[in-house]
């Protein structure tokens, strides 16, 4: 079974640019998230999809943080403009069960490791 | 709000040595519990999952445990490895609150096992 993909696995950019990631979860899983890791801690929740419609985006800095999830399937998440703090690694994972059902095992992908100049 | 302390932050330690990793945390009404490691660079593997309403669960030479009544649980590594260097995670999932999806994790512990 293929695991949660993600891309690209690094990007470098200068603060206030635009950046990107794209994330394709295991086949079937209908509830996707995007974790922002920064180095030395724990990840965070950004955002949690179930299907193609947003669970939980409460921590999600909407000013420059975006993320969609069309057809249910791929998500991309994208971050305009960028600044220092963003750095980070962006981690994509995904479950089978439901988020009312609350009892399924979370699978991750390598993450996309974001470096801001 | 859900708060999650590992301890040790680090460890280092002789190959063949028996090891506990302790993970606390702070609301008991969790739907599950769930261990992850962590390698330089890369993404979370998942060790093991022990829902709420179980004590412990096995896999291989790891084994978990979780007393939710008093907010803990640990990984118990059996006859340690080199291989088995690597940051170890551990995270809840509220049962209740608009947060039901949202894992809380530690901060980890890194582990490294020397020959």
């Known amino acids: 079974e293929a695991g949660v993909a993600q891309s690209p696995r690094y990007k470098i950019i200068e603060k206030r640019q635009s950046v990107a990631f794209w994330c394709n979860p295991i086949s079937g899983h209908a509830t996707l998230y995007w974790y922002q890791q920064i180095l030395g801690q724990g990840p965070k929740l950004l955002i949690q999809?179930?299907?193609?419609?947003?669970?939980?985006d409460s921590q999600l800095p909407k000013d420059r943080f975006s993320a969609e999830r069309l057809k249910g399937v791929d998500s991309t998440l994208k971050i305009q403009p960028a600044k220092l703090e963003d750095s980070a690694v962006y981690l994509c994972?995904?479950?089978?069960?439901?988020?009312?059902?609350?009892?399924?095992?979370?699978?991750f992908g390598e993450g996309s490791r974001l470096t801001v100049l | 709000k859900q708060e999650v302390t590992q301890i040790p932050a680090a460890l280092s330690v002789p190959e063949g040595e028996n090891l506990v990793l302790n993970c606390s945390f702070t609301d008991s009404a969790i739907y599950n519990l769930q261990w992850f490691r962590q390698d330089p660079g890369k993404g979370l593997t998942s060790l093991l999952l022990i829902q709420s309403s179980q004590r412990e669960q096995t896999s291989g030479r790891l084994n978990a445990s979780l007393d939710k009544s008093s907010g803990r649980s640990t990984l118990y590594i059996a006859a340690s490895q080199p291989g088995d260097s690597a940051t170890y995670l551990c995270a809840v999932r509220p049962r209740r609150g608009s947060t039901l999806g949202r894992l809380y994790f530690g901060r980890g512990t890194q582990l490294t096992v020397w020959p």
């Open positions: 994972a995904s479950s089978l069960d439901s988020v009312a059902r609350g009892a399924g095992e979370l699978f």
């Open positions: 999809f179930q299907n193609n419609g947003v669970v939980d």
